[in-house]
């Protein structure tokens, strides 16, 4: 959406490296979330954001990710030791009215 | 558990016929469903919402209907046109303080539009 960028679009790593995926919303919403698509599949929770704390990780997979929010804005989705597992499409939203608008997506590719 | 999915995973139909996509839902203190449009290579865009309220919500060709005797959820596009093509995926939350907005999908229908 127009609101929400993500970079990069594209990424491909190696297996067991450590990734950084980045959401930059416009400003003033303080509700940020984060989804991953897994292929063929509808999104999954990650985590909220409101501000820059996260009340609710509660669908992070493990341990190996994790995800911060600087001055109420910009998002960094961490994901170490990536795994093929990981392979999805990394969505970010953010809520305004009651809607949410999504950013265009990271595609992550585990090799 | 929370759960929405779908009865068929694709629709193929020609221009200017009627789409209906269905979407079963399973958590009936679910109190808001929306519809999300997917074009390849693009975030989810919102289509159009319902409370629990209601039974019905038109848009612009666009109507939704919520069941919830069923817990069945339907998008309903009028004289599809070959933009329609995308993946439609229902999502439902509850909006009661505790989810925090957060949404859970269905799995998606693959709509292709003949022309």
């Known amino acids: 959406g127009a609101g929400v960028s993500q970079s990069p679009s594209n990424k491909v790593t190696e297996k067991g490296k450590d990734v950084e995926l980045r959401c930059d919303p416009i400003?003033?919403?303080?509700?940020l979330y984060w989804y991953r698509q897994s292929l063929g599949q509808g999104l999954e929770f990650l985590i909220y954001?409101?501000?820059?704390?996260?009340?609710?990780k509660s669908g992070l997979p493990s341990d190996r990710f994790s995800a911060e929010r600087t001055g109420g804005s910009v998002s960094t989705l961490t994901i170490q030791r990536t795994q093929q597992e990981d392979s999805a499409v990394y969505l970010c939203?953010?809520?305004?009215?009651?809607?949410?608008?999504f950013g265009p997506g990271t595609r992550l590719t585990v090799l | 558990g929370e759960s929405v999915g779908l009865h068929l995973p694709t629709l193929s139909v020609q221009e200017g016929d009627n789409s209906i996509i269905n979407c079963a839902y399973s958590?009936?203190?679910?109190?808001?469903f929306i519809w999300y449009k997917q074009e390849s290579g693009k975030g989810p865009q919102f289509i159009i919402d319902?409370?629990?309220?209601?039974d019905k919500r038109q848009g612009q060709r666009v109507t939704v209907l919520l069941n919830k005797t069923v817990k069945h959820l339907s998008l309903q596009i009028a004289a599809t046109q070959p933009g329609d093509s995308a993946v439609y995926f229902c999502?439902?939350?509850?909006?009661?303080?505790?989810?925090?907005?957060?949404?859970?999908f269905g799995q998606g229908t693959i709509l292709t539009v003949h022309p």
């Open positions: 958590n009936s203190a679910s109190d808001y």
């Open positions: 939203a953010i809520r305004a009215y009651n809607e949410q608008f």
């Open positions: 319902i409370r629990s309220n209601m």
């Open positions: 400003s003033g919403h303080t509700a």
């Open positions: 999502a439902e939350n509850k909006e009661d303080g505790t989810s925090y907005g957060k949404l859970t």
């Open positions: 954001f409101q501000g820059n704390s996260a009340p609710d």
